[in-house]
């Protein structure tokens, strides 16, 4: 039996993701499916729209076989930081035999090429991606220029060229390429398996049809039309999806706990913040000293430099306190200290029995047994999951979310 991972959101989970499932198992008709999903936020820096439990539950109902967690403080990460927690997850499963990832231009060959540029990157491009990075564009940016650049000058595929900026341009390519990257890197054996994204683009606000982007059913539901997302998402997912009581939050709703925040900081401890340049926080400080609401301080801080998703990371990443020292530790070991099950269908516990056999690292199956096994890197990074959850409870005014990583039972029943 062929064991298929993937990285998802389901934020929430749609008749897009569905088809993805349904390709799969046209392809694999005995595989069992196995997600590495986000917790309670998003890549985006906001609170999801569903609890993660919830989100396993819709995964589960729809016919995924095992939901695992990819921690938050990847799940809020750059594209590269998000690939390589996700993929380790799957590689140090030791059970995972293939990826299947959703692309808008499937071209295997093409990412396979893209990929190898990113991790053995030629001189010439690391010379230009530092020029563009002078001359004021953010990193995203300055790497699709210096690619681009390099195709121009050292290669004769034309259509190479002339793909790439558009290539490139699309988020789920661009999280593609950082797959196959993080497969090179761990070395792992899992094999790519591509599928054409359906219909709606990432960011299409569009709502009709059976597939819509999460970002048109999120965006739909802070209009107050939440239940228009019914044609675009499967039965189950729908039926737990308004049963929740779902919400698209908004910048604003951080923007009390923030400048509180800054308000109990200074300079200093915003630079012990991982992964958030100096320039930034010294922005981020000054801007809020005038109270303004949060939105418009990343509408000011925003720039060429920094894009809207690094801003709204870095202000999540601030509230959770997440120290560089802690995560430079823990990238020494690929990212991923303990495996957390969110999730299991009852009917594919053999999956849990083979991943308690063959997982390189600990497992979190009941967290409140289980804890105990963790390393001491494993509980430095589990404590950013605890403050998530506390975070999003605070945020939901759910006061089930607080402890719910110690209470929840993951086998559904």
């Known amino acids: ?15 897009g993701h569905f088809h993805q499932i349904e390709q799969i198992r046209t392809k694999y008709p005995e595989c069992a499916i196995v997600v590495v999903m986000s917790g309670h936020f998003s890549q985006r820096g906001l609170p999801c729209v569903l609890d993660k439990y919830t989100r396993a539950e819709m995964a589960l109902a729809c016919g995924v076989d095992l939901v695992l967690e990819l921690p938050t403080v990847y799940a809020t990460a750059s594209a590269e930081r998000f690939s390589e927690a996700a993929i380790n997850t799957l590689h140090l499963s030791g059970i995972v035999d293939i990826l299947s990832f959703g692309s808008e231009t499937p071209d295997l060959t093409f990412m396979k090429q893209l990929a190898s540029l990113f991790v053995e990157e030629p001189p ?21 220029l210096g690619i681009k650049d390099y195709f121009t000058s050292y290669t004769k595929d034309i259509k190479s060229s002339a793909q790439l900026e ?14 196959l990257k993080a497969l090179q890197r761990f070395n792992t054996t899992i094999e790519p398996f591509p599928i054409q994204r359906q219909v709606a683009g990432y960011h299409d606000l569009t709502l009709k049809g059976s597939i819509a982007s999460a970002t048109a059913i999120r965006h739909h539901l802070a209009q107050g039309n939440g239940l228009q997302a019914e044609q675009a998402m499967p039965l189950e997912a729908f039926r737990r999806f308004t049963q929740a009581t779902p919400k698209a939050f908004s910048l604003d709703d951080y923007t009390q706990l923030f400048h509180y925040k800054i308000i109990m900081s200074n300079l200093e401890s915003l630079y012990a913040v991982w992964d958030i340049p100096n320039n930034l926080c010294r922005s981020l400080y000054h801007a809020s000293q005038t109270l303004m609401p949060l939105s418009q301080i990343v509408e000011q ?9 690094t801003v709204q990371r870095a202000i999540l990443r601030i509230l959770l306190d997440v120290k560089q020292k802690d ?23 053999h999956l849990l029995s083979e991943l308690s056999q063959k997982a390189k690292v600990p497992l979190l199956l009941n967290v409140g047994k289980d804890q105990a096994k963790l390393t001491p890197l494993g509980e430095k990074l589990f404590k950013y999951e605890l403050r998530a959850s506390k975070l999003y409870g605070l945020l939901t005014h759910d006061t089930s979310i607080l402890n719910k990583d110690f209470t929840y039972h993951p086998i559904r029943r």
């Open 327 to 349: 995560l430079e530790q823990i990238q020494e070991i690929g990212w991923i200290p303990y495996i957390h099950v969110l999730g299991c269908n009852k009917t594919s516990t």
């Open 124 to 144: 010439f491009v690391s010379s230009r991606i530092q020029t563009y990075l002078q001359e004021g564009e953010s990193y995203p940016r300055a790497r699709l």
């Open 1 to 15: 039996m062929q064991i298929i991972g993937i990285v998802v959101e389901y934020n929430p989970f749609h008749n």
């Open 166 to 179: 558009v290539f490139l341009a699309q988020p789920n390519n661009i999280l593609s390429i950082e797959y």
């Open 301 to 309: 801080v925003t720039s060429k430099t920094y894009t809207r998703a």
